[in-house]
């Protein structure tokens, strides 16, 4: 009996390059708050947001290469395809909620952490 081999989803690679790079992002964010001893939302927002949005960007290449190894083409594989396709939307979304939510999350534990504002 063939095995069909479950085709790498170029969303989920995307959304796991996001995640991996955003928790990076998040401890870059924390050390740069208790370095510089005091949280600002605005430079965390920012640091959030390019680490995710370059985690979903390498996670999309590297899924497309391995796609491609595979022998593998559909038409999400072009980038400019993907970024105006839903799940490319939806992605963008993600990063930018996500990056959103996470500094505010950031900015209430650092609050309670410490007492300060940011």
Known sequence: MDEKKAEPSVFRGALAGYGILTAVGV????????????????????????????????????????????????????????????????????VLGGSFLLTLLILVAYRGLTGKGG
Do not use: H, N
């Open 27 to 94: 401890v870059v964010a924390i050390v740069l708050a208790a370095g510089a001893g005091q949280y600002k939302a605005e430079p965390s927002f920012t640091v959030l947001v390019c680490s995710g949005a370059l985690g979903a960007i390498l996670g999309y290449s590297l899924t497309v290469r391995r796609r491609r190894a595979m022998g593998l083409e559909g038409p999400q594989d072009k980038w400019a395809a993907f970024v105006t396709s839903p799940p490319g939307v939806r992605m963008l979304l993600i």
